[in-house]
């Protein structure tokens, strides 16, 4: 194993950057994000995704950590780690330009004995078959023989201050087995959960891509659970409490199922099947299933107004919570959005607020204005909906922005229950 790494974290957001402190911790690391603002802001010890603390950037910062918006000054690096987004487009096709221009920014830095790491979640084969040509085209290198690439999955789980990077355990890859076992080396260098060393590339990629797609469908099926409930008039929660007292029940919530992982990452492992020849129906149907929650919360909404004997179109609704996960403030591919656009067409005062989430970005993103604070929230509400509960409503007191008819729609079934709390 080298002794003289110098790390170079290409995108530093919610994967890169507490990637690039935990490197800094032992390496000389260069973090690289082309946004000149974020790199503006990281400069000063802020982090707005708040998956490092300002203590832990300033000290990385003031260390072995460098972030830069120009890659140039990552020439320098012999190890290079590419965690960029990989979405899906209004296809729901993957879309890997993030990753082809990542590759060849990374490709025009190369080096004979360069490593370059992917993290970014992918159906198996990209990292071969996409990336490594770029980095060979770009570079005019040899795979193999000049550099040498491998694959570790990211397992960021945004908001979570327990499961951080340092403490999971990765999977590891690499594209001859003394690379894998290098890469893997690297990595256990730094984190304290271990690794695991995966016997090829394509099998590291495919088992970060099914850990995704395994819990979309188990929450597919809640979900499903969850609508059937409703019809027999029995409390799911409780349907799910009962179940959990067997030792091999998975105690799975229904919900929404958003974000750039569970929500994201199938449509990969779909796409790949069927160039292949297979049509996945049972991870489709989950998508189906999951993707229509929102709708499908919203006429539970209406139905319950018009049992209340409230005229809907005149209906006041206040939506609390819009990112996608709770005490996280990523507001991308947000279900929460389908939620807000069925309602929309039914009542004319509909408001949003959420403590978290960057209220330019939701305006930029989706053209919502946010409630700017829990002092401007609008009393006297026919509705109540708690999409997303973060921390900052737990002491929420319900009763005081609830008309006397009024009444709590409880997503995510957190809270107890109550004559005027409805839940999935």
Sequence with gaps: MKKDYQIGI????????PLACLFAKSYPTIGFDPQKSRIAALNRGIDETNEVGAEILQERLATRLR???RIEEAKDCNVYI?????????????????????????????????????????????????????????????????FFIGYSPERINPGDKERTVENICKITSGSTPEIAQEVDALYGSVLKGGTYLAP????AEAAKVIENAQRDVNIA?????????????????????AASTKWNFLPFRPGFVGGHCIGV???????????????????????KTNDSMGGYVARQIIDQLCVQGVAVK??????????????????????????YRTLE???????????LANATKVQEMYGISLIPSFEELPRDNDVVVLCVPHKAFETFCWADYLTETGFVYDVKGVLKEAENVFRL
């Design 200 to 203: 090829s590339i394509k099998v």
């Design 221 to 241: 099926f809640m979900n499903e659970i969850a609508k059937i409930c409703h019809l027999l008039d029995i409390d799911t929660n409780a349907v799910i409490d």
């Design 265 to 287: 990452d199938p449509y990969y492992l779909i796409q790949k099947a069927k160039l292949h020849g297979h049509s996945p129906r049972l991870m489709m149907e989950a998508r």
């Design 10 to 17: 290409i995108g530093l957001g919610y994967v890169g950057l």
């Design 82 to 146: 590419v965690a960029v987004p990989t979405p899906i487009d209004l296809y729901q096709q993957p879309d890997l330009t993030a990753l082809r221009e990542a590759s060849q920014m990374v490709g025009s830095c190369l080096k004979k004995g360069d490593l370059v790491i992917y993290e970014s979640t992918v159906y198996p084969g990209v990292t071969e078959e996409v990336c490594a040509p770029i980095l060979a085209q770009e570079s005019g290198l040899q795979l193999n023989i000049d």
């Design 314 to 339: 005149h209906s006041r609704i206040l939506l609390l919570g819009f990112t996608f996960k709770e005490n996280c403030p990523d507001t991308r591919n947000t279900k929460v959005i389908d939620l």
């Design 67 to 69: 972030c830069t918006h």
């Design 345 to 355: 067409h039914f009542t004319n005062t509909l408001a949003v607020f959420d403590p």
